[in-house]
């Protein structure tokens, strides 16, 4: 496929057309109707809690949040793919490969409401918390990817970075590092057309980010990130690829971010509504559904109680996210260290002194 | 005279260096187009063209590198680093070349630039966007580090700091960017670097602060006036270089003096003026000079952000003991 | 026991643990064939094969950062910074990774792996290579920063960095690299991190120093006595966590401290020590608190380096004058 | 020219071979052969400076300095290409470009001696000093090329990098940001197969250097670094190019490092005998020679002559050197700002006060 499918060719990775149309049967993935109706569903699922944590934050609820309205179909892919042995090393816009990797809406939603406990997503086996300083984490994945080489094991890295996070040096020497090393990390650059504000021609001069595997000495390709069967497809050969012993593979998803790039920004400034109209027309979750659609499989009724199904459920998760337990003083100390070192118990002790004092103070 | 925040201020004294001198340069990421994450660079495009405002690509190393260039040609590059936490990637440009430029070349070339961009706590920020790492930059031998704390005070060093032939740090502390409005004026005016700014007079103890702590600690002078204790305040606004004189003259008077930071604790800004009243002023002293600072551990999320904030009550709680002692 | 220099002892250290924990890996710049350019690592490969003591590409975020990932999954990379001065580019992953993984993920993943390079003056090195930044480190939450004064130390220090569940930044007075020999045991062993050692017992004065600056001070004190001052000194070996307790302990004794470094001057480890003094001992004091230390300036080439370096004479100097005081 | 020598079409551009025959007479450049003698005595030239400042090292003299040994080709021929107004943003090992922007050997020792003021390098024009931390310089050169094109002045800027540094984050910053600006930049990569002993297939799986330009969507072109005509031609090609608004050039110069790293270095434990003398046979100043000896414009007894002043003119510029004035203190304290903070100026005097103390503790 990396061979077919070479960004030099100018030839972006296509299975579905906007109508849901197969446009190209030989790597129509060997997927069940059921699985390719619930891969549907989650990405309906990521969606819908998109959209409502967007607006628990509208409603000053949570504090800023990152939309992946979208650009669905890249991370719904990718939780097919990544196994339960495979690592998760996240940016911070691809919500359904949490999910799919076993983090909680719950814990999400307390990272965005400003508790670090969220971060732990303890039941997400090998996934990485969310990276804050864009690129960097691609190291990361790059170090657990010789891990993996070093002794032997049966798993494959996937690693996530926008179009922007491509200009940052960490990106190149990841990449590099890992074309040396020839470890199983699947790099994964959503290029959503933007960074912030700043549109991909900004970033850099070169005929897309797929193509940039050259440098590199890796596989790359380019693959329409709206399109499910092609994200599917694309990863799924990516994954055996790494885990075969051959090393990296860059996968550039084009695709478009359609809201705001965090709840505080407003694209309006930047973008024009022409745009945004002609990427509408490739919504991920629409094409898949005209897919479904033609095949008989979608059920419009029973989607919507699905759908009233998923907000109680992203409702509740949120609300025990929201009477999650006061932030005490103790978390602020207790994780830095593996032992606390005396002095930073002398700080915490000091400072309980002044809020004993302070409770007087009030008295 | 005109009625500005912090982000007005900043972008008014960038907007008069834009238009009277051609070499200035301002650029990063989300500066032209969008003017910036916080505002502040808007307008500017439009007013000078893209050549001279302007988005860079996401890449810290590339856009303090290429200012080091800029400047070495004979450009003044203003360039913004959008979150305090994301001048890391920069660190190398930073203490490899733009502070050593000057000197490795033997004064030949100059690195006439300015590195800004918001720091400090108490927005609400995720990690990465809060911490105030100034005494970092302070040990780089060969910048200068400049932190405001008022309107008036960011548009006059940001001019001084756009003129000087020097690379200049420049802090702003995000969380009154938009809290403190007061008349500035429309001329250009500048602020000296490396001089210090009595905020208030006092009898009973000095505090020196910077950036938004300045404000916590005018909150905390009141609670000790009310306790009948008299505080003398020195806002620091430069960093390095320090300005030991205006301090030296406070404690010989006070003979007591507290730092208030919102940095980690050790090896921090407090420890510095510390060891300055030492060395100058020891028999002077009449209580350790003390320090009230966050704590050695990462600013955590905003729910926790309120037990590493340094409060008025805090500094208050010190002054007390500190004139007490 | 047998006869070693640090580089030897350091050696020593990477082989035992390379040896009785396979999860220890040894990468960086021309450290695999060549073992290291100060031959520190030289013969591991040999021994351990390529796949755990090897050469990796020129990039120092890219080694800090992909260690920070294998550390993540279970192994305890030591990695290697080529030179002092250039760890910069790797800024980013330390603070932001390195120092934040275990408190970010709530002590889930943890970061056991070691940062080691050369550093410090008095090589004739050329610029970039010679500085003391071990206060940047220090301010750094969230990682421990230690420094060995003798090849002893180095092994034991070392091993216990390793071993360490956290990130530790080890820095190694290349100076004395080659300049001290002693015995050293062959077995495994460790000293703790986070505890200074009392080098001499001493009653007129503390001075406290570490890394290469330790065998200066030892000089210093040799006039001192001649002069019939009796120095205490103290190796504080890890500069954080800080060892307060026995900073403090010493002071109350002698009431007089000076603290030499060979980092730049300002916002340096000096300062921290005398901040803890001042909170700690204030009443013991009878002199300030003073510091012995380079100036705030690039580390100059060799052929001024001699003005820069602080000497045993410049420390007696200091010593007299507290003294004295 | 970069349509046809295409990295990707695996082809290095050569003129000459390794006997001094012209193979390629398309781009045998526009020089009359008193220029081309002249190029080959510069490059004499620096090789006898290379060779004896070795030798001084040898003798403890100076301290470390990396050898051009094998490499004058390519700064060579960048001596002949970089004019005046056209900046040089060196990283190290490239003294014959130095000499030709105006450096002098006295300035160069004197920086291995270990004095800053041989990096001020008065008499040449718009060349910035040695850069010590790999890649880092290349920023520079973007900075600098951009203030050439908002000033639209008709000037280039070249800068060099190893091998090695291409493995740098900031070697894909420079690129990309000279890339998305279009600025005329021409970044030539000495690629002499080692970075110290780490040898080139450790830095990056990736086809050469030259295809990296792939990634930043601009020219690229891999060239026989040791065939001084080849190298000659690319430069002038993409100097033109660059003056004439298309943006960047990377050049990667397929050379070898005859000597070791530093003088402290010791090649022979990271590299072969064999390797070595099969480099031997491209050595860029005998195929140069024996293409002038074919020209018959070669005269032994002359260049005997010649490299004895050139001996005579080295000594007398390393004895300028080796009798500069001593390093007064104020050097250390009076080039770290425009204007000296108060701060050091009392640093400076307390010192002052301790020297004079010492002084009289002597006697
Ligand atoms: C090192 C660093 N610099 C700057 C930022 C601020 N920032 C956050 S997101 C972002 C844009 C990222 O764009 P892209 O990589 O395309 O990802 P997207 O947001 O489009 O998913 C920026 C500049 C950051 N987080 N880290
Ligand atoms: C950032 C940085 N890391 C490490 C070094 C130490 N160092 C000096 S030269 C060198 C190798 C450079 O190799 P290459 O780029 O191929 O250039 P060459 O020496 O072969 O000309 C290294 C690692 C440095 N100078 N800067
Ligand atoms: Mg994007
Ligand atoms: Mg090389």
């Known amino acids: 496929m990396f061979n077919t499918y070479n960004p030099l060719n100018n030839s972006m990775f296509r299975i579905m057309d906007n109508f849901g149309k197969i446009i190209n049967t030989d790597y129509f993935p060997d997927l069940l109707d059921e699985e390719i109706l619930k891969a549907y569903h989650d990405m309906l699922f990521a969606r819908t809690a998109d959209l409502m944590t967007v607006s628990y934050q509208r409603q000053g609820r949570i504090y800023t949040y990152p939309p992946n309205y979208g650009q669905e179909a890249i991370a719904g ?56 300083p864009i690129a960097s984490q691609l190291l990361h994945a790059v170090g657990i990817g010789y891990e993996i080489k070093l ?57 897309g980010i797929a193509i940039k595997s050259i440098a590199y000495g890796i596989k790359g390709i380019q693959v329409d990130g709206n399109d499910f069967f092609a994200m599917f497809a ?23 971010r359609k809201g705001p790039h965090t709840t505080s920004d407003d694209p309006t400034k930047y973008r024009t509504k022409e745009e945004e109209t002609e990427w509408d027309e490739k919504d991920p979750l629409k094409r898949l559904k005209a897919f479904l659609n033609d095949k008989k499989l979608i059920d419009e009724k029973a989607e919507e109680i699905l759908i009233e199904q998923y907000i109680a459920e992203i409702d509740r998760q949120f609300s025990e996210a929201e009477n999650y337990p006061k932030y005490p003083l103790n978390d602020v100390f207790d994780y830095l260290y593996d032992e606390m070192p005396e002095d930073l118990k002398e700080q915490k002790r000091e400072h309980e002194k002044f809020l004993k004092w302070k409770e007087n103070l009030k008295m | 005279m005109k009625i500005m925040n912090m982000v007005n201020a900043i972008n008014d004294a960038l907007d008069i260096k834009l238009k009277e001198d051609e070499s200035v340069i301002v650029y990063g990421e989300d500066v032209g187009v969008e003017g910036g994450v916080f505002r502040v660079t808007e307008g500017l495009q439009l007013k000078y063209g893209a050549e001279r405002v302007f988005d860079s690509p996401l890449a810290e190393s590339g856009i303090v590198g290429t200012a080091v260039g800029m400047a070495v040609a004979g450009l003044r590059p203003v360039v913004e680093m959008q979150f305090c936490g994301f001048v890391y990637p920069a660190m ?234």
């Open chain 1, 77 to 132: 892919a990718a939780g097919k793919i990544i196994q339960d042995d495979d690592w998760l090393v996240p940016a911070f816009r691809e919500m359904g490969a949490y999910l799919a990797k076993g983090a909680t809406l719950k814990e999400i939603f307390l990272v965005f409401m400003g508790y670090e406990d969220g971060s732990k997503f303890e039941y997400a086996k090998n996934m990485l918390p969310t990276s804050v």
């Open chain 1, 151 to 207: 002794r032997k094991k049966n798993q494959a890295v996937f690693t996530f970075v926008g179009d922007g996070g491509t200009s940052e040096g960490d990106f190149h020497e990841a990449l590099n590092f890992a074309g040396v090393w020839k470890v199983p990390v699947i790099f994964i650059v959503q290029n959503n057309q933007y960074g912030i504000s700043t549109p991909f021609r900004v970033q850099t001069a070169s005929d």
């Open chain 1, 234 to 256: 694309a990863l799924k050969n990516a994954s055996q690829y790494a885990k075969s012993g051959n090393g990296p593979v860059l996968i550039e998803a084009v695709t478009y």
């Open chain 2, 92 to 325: 190398n440009q930073i203490i490899s070349h733009a502070s050593r430029m000057h000197n490795r070349s033997r004064g030949r070339f100059k690195t006439p630039m300015v590195i800004r961009f918001p720091y400090g706590g108490g927005i609400n920020a995720l990690e990465h966007h809060s911490e105030s790492m100034e005494a970092l930059y302070g040990h780089i031998p060969g910048v200068k580090v400049v932190i405001p704390s008022t309107p008036h005070d960011a548009k006059g060093l940001l001019i001084s700091a756009i003129e000087s032939n020097d690379t200049v740090i420049f802090m702003e502390p995000k969380r009154i960017y938009r809290a403190i409005k007061q008349e500035v004026s429309e001329e250009k005016f500048s602020i000296p670097l490396g001089k210090a700014h009595i905020v208030s007079q006092g009898t009973d103890v000095t505090v020196i602060a910077y950036g938004a702590m300045v404000r916590e600690v005018q909150k905390a002078a009141v609670m000790a006036k009310n306790e009948g204790i008299s505080v003398e305040i020195i806002d620091l606004r430069s960093i390095y270089p320090i300005d030991k004189e205006t301090i030296k003259e406070s404690v010989k008077k006070t003979g007591r003096v507290i730092t208030v930071t919102e940095s980690p604790r050790s090896f921090g800004v407090a420890s510095e003026i510390t060891q300055i009243v030492n060395e100058e002023v020891f028999l002077y002293l009449e209580a350790p000079p003390k320090r009230v600072t966050s704590f050695d551990t990462i600013v955590p999320l905003p729910k926790g952000e309120h037990h590493y904030m340094v409060s008025p009550e805090k500094i208050f709680y010190e002054i007390e003991r500190t004139v007490k002692y």
